[in-house]
């Protein structure tokens, strides 16, 4: 019998993780935050958590599957490898983009076919090699001599796909430093693979995470074009392109107004309606896929965090206020409060030193009433967010601040100056949205602190009755 959306937490809980429920991110912090008396909870009880609307990651996909049909997506599992976002895609079918042993075991224990991996790192562990060997992962990518050798030794039949140096500059992560073969080095690449007889499929590039300039695309799939003929040249029979990751949430639909016509472009004579696999006696029958992390997962999950601790006046002004805020934000409003809240730099907000991101803290709760209001645009009206203009906070009396980790180190700042409601005492809650993507992943346990936690919500309406089938399929 299929339970009714609102109470649904039937699915079996993975291990160490929250059962998922129905219902608005909102709803969620609401039943979170009235279960949580700060001035009584034990240890622990008031730590940072996430809520994660699985049903956001569900309605990416359909935006997705709506502006670039012919581009499968494998998902980059590094971006947030969170079970239950796994199961999701899985169930909704996407491939999956894996960087290491720990990771592909993560999805083949979903029971995806490998089939539906590709092992998108050009620098491997030679044990993690052997093991996708053992796994049948068959598909792989590099852009270097040395791993062609390691190829040959360990998986000597796996297909492989020539990673190609591409524009990463219009990125807010740039990858090229380290990963992807320059286009002169690539016919010696192919050179050596024909004389190892390793079998190169294809190509891919990456144009890097946080790609603001949609035209990065058109250029990385003009260069692939070019290794495409540099394939043919050195008799090879390419058919796989892979045009990585970089996809943003805001800009997709721009993104994919470029890449889908300068695929047509480049690769005229394609054919799609294959469903995008090789024909014979048509070489240029072309498979393509993506690997985007971040499109799928940065606004699916929320972040909520306690204030604990605050040094107000003069305990605030002796501190010394970095170059930075004098010169982008202001030498004028110096922060007349640190805010201390339980989760940093060293944890889920990694992002701000990894990912380049500027995080928003909206307020959650104010002189502890909960006064957040998801569906006003940040900084909001009634939630005043960190970027509040003048008039706002006249009418909300903002006060400069800062806000800092739990962690002792002076590092763990999350925002040097942000203006928030005088009201705010230690015991609220702050929310920051969209921190899906670069966050808990990478959060460490510095200083014997806990990584925050993740509720989940299937969503509420037809999108949540949808999600939860696809879950318990
Ligand atoms: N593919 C590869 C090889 C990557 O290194 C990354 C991110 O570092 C991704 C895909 C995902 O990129 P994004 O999250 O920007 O889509």
Redesign the pocket.
């Known amino acids: 019998i299929t339970p009714p959306l609102d109470d649904f937490d039937v699915i079996k809980p993975v291990s160490g993780h929250a059962p998922i429920y129905a219902g608005s991110i909102d709803l969620q912090l609401r039943k979170v935050l009235a279960d949580i008396d700060v001035d009584e909870c034990e240890a622990n009880g008031e730590n940072a958590f996430f809520v994660a609307n699985l049903a956001e990651i569900y309605r990416q996909h359909l935006r997705w599957m709506r502006a670039l049909p012919r581009v499968v997506p494998f998902y980059?599992v590094?971006?947030n490898p969170d079970p239950y976002v796994l199961r999701l895609l899985a169930a909704m079918g996407t491939g999956f983009?894996c960087?290491s042993n720990g990771e592909i075991q993560a999805v083949l224990n979903l029971g995806v076919s490998p089939s539906r991996i590709i092992y998108?790192?050009?620098c491997k562990a030679a044990s993690f090699v052997r093991h996708a060997a053992a796994h049948n992962v068959g598909l792989t990518?590099f852009d270097n001599v040395d791993e062609l050798y390691k190829m040959k030794k360990f998986h000597p039949g796996c297909k492989l796909v020539v990673?190609i140096l591409t524009d990463d500059s219009k990125?807010a992560?740039q990858?090229g430093l380290k990963?992807g073969a320059p286009l002169d080095s690539v016919p010696r690449l192919l050179e050596k693979a024909k004389e190892l007889d390793l079998d190169v499929v294809g190509v891919?590039f990456?144009v890097?995470?946080?790609?603001y300039d949609a035209d990065a695309f058109r250029d990385a799939v003009h260069r692939a074009r070019v290794a495409f003929d540099m394939g043919r040249d050195a008799g090879f029979t390419f058919d796989f392109l892979d045009v990585?990751?970089?996809?943003?949430h805001d800009n997709f639909e721009s993104v994919a107004e470029v890449l889908g016509p300068a695929i047509d472009r480049y690769f005229p004579d394609a054919d799609f309606a294959s469903g995008g696999k090789a024909v014979p006696g048509k070489p240029n029958g072309l498979r393509i896929i993506?690997?985007?992390?971040?499109?799928?997962v940065h606004s699916a999950f929320v972040l909520a965090t306690n204030i604990i601790a605050a040094r107000r006046g003069e305990e605030a002004e002796e501190a010394p206020s970095s170059q930075e805020v004098a010169a982008v934000e202001g030498a004028r409003d110096k922060p007349e409060v640190m805010y201390y809240q339980n989760d940093g730099l060293y944890a889920s907000f990694n992002c701000v030193i990894f990912d380049h991101v500027t995080v928003y803290p909206k307020v959650l709760t104010l002189d502890r009433k909960y006064v957040y209001r998801p569906e006003i645009p940040s900084p909001g009206i009634v939630a005043p967010g960190a970027d509040a203009d003048e008039a706002e906070r006249k009418a909300w009396s903002l006060q400069p601040c800062s806000i800092w980790g739990p962690t002792c180190d002076s590092i763990d700042c999350v925002r040097e100056l942000a203006h928030l409601p005088r009201g705010l005492e230690v015991g609220d809650w702050l929310v920051y949205e969209n921190m899906g993507?670069?966050t808990i992943c990478a959060a460490s346990t510095f200083n014997g602190l806990r990584r925050s936690e993740v509720r989940y919500t299937v969503g509420g309406g037809e999108d949540g009755a949808v999600v939860r089938d696809l879950l318990l399929q």
């Open positions: 980059a590094k971006c983009d960087a998108a790192n050009p990518t990673r990125s992560c990858l990963f891919s990456h890097g995470s946080g790609c990585g990751g970089g996809f943003g993506a690997e985007p992390g971040r499109y799928y993507a670069y």
